[in-house]
């Protein structure tokens, strides 16, 4: 059963990084699927971050991809978010999912429960 | 992008069959048969319903159907129960390795 269990700060000051981390379970990242970040704010709709394949690859909404680095680390079977600069626009839950591309649906098959992430000083 | 469009909310009491669009444009729906329905129930991770507009994953209710003309898909519940209350998702790959969301729905079973 494929796991997947965001980790990071819930509190984060205006204009500092907000990092996260997603640990993988019962896959190896490095078997294939792209490993994707997915954000809600309080009260509103999901909005895609951004992905990454096992090889590193990576893609971004254009709306935050100057402010937006995703990587992985398949020695740890984890992948990772970085924003920066982050506002208080930047408040959400953040979800990691499973997804395909390439072939298969493109649909996000397997989430994480999700963590709050607050950005006030 | 812009995100797709939903209603903000649609209801229907147990029994009936409620339908819930989702609007994009030609260069997202119109153009790709890769839109997704996603359920979520408050303070839940978001449960994928439909894929590929009118795959139902393993599991999942086949009150559940999906469909898309032109622009615009479509998810119906058929037979509404009490567990079908929650917000629903689209989303919809728009090409060059990008991924839209609409709003959401709530729907509310009366």
């Known amino acids: 059963q494929v796991q997947l269990q965001e980790s990071g700060p819930r509190l984060v000051k205006p204009s500092e990084t907000l990092s996260l981390t997603c640990v993988v379970s019962?896959?190896?990242?490095?078997?294939?699927?792209?490993w994707g970040w997915i954000r809600q704010p309080p009260g509103k709709g999901l909005e895609w971050i951004g992905s990454?394949?096992?090889?590193?690859?990576?893609y971004y909404t254009p709306s935050l991809k100057s402010r937006v680095t995703i990587s992985v680390d398949t020695s740890k079977n984890q992948f990772s978010l970085k924003l920066s600069s982050v506002t208080a626009a930047d408040t959400a839950v953040f979800y990691c999912?499973?997804?395909?591309?390439?072939?298969?649906?493109?649909?996000?098959?397997?989430w994480g429960q999700g963590t709050p992430v607050t950005v006030s000083s | 992008q812009s995100a797709l469009t939903q209603p903000a909310s649609v209801s229907g009491s147990p029994g009936q069959s409620i339908t819930i669009s989702c609007t994009g444009t030609?260069?997202?729906?119109?153009?790709?048969?890769?839109v997704s329905w996603y359920q979520q129930h408050p303070g839940k991770a978001p449960k994928l319903m439909i894929s590929?507009?009118?795959k139902r994953p393993s599991g999942v209710s086949n009150r559940l159907s999906g469909s898309k003309s032109g622009n615009t898909a479509s998810l119906t519940i058929s037979g509404l129960q009490a567990e079908d209350e929650a917000d629903y998702y689209c989303?919809?790959?728009?090409?060059?390795?990008?991924?839209?969301f609409g709003g959401g729905t709530k729907l509310i079973v009366l």
């Open positions: 999912a499973r997804h395909t591309y390439g072939s298969g649906s493109y649909s996000f098959e397997y």
């Open positions: 019962g896959y190896s990242i490095s078997s294939g699927y792209h």
């Open positions: 990454i394949y096992g090889s590193g690859s990576t």
């Open positions: 030609s260069s997202d729906v119109g153009t790709y048969n890769l």
């Open positions: 590929e507009v009118s």
């Open positions: 989303c919809s790959y728009a090409g060059s390795s990008i991924w839209v």
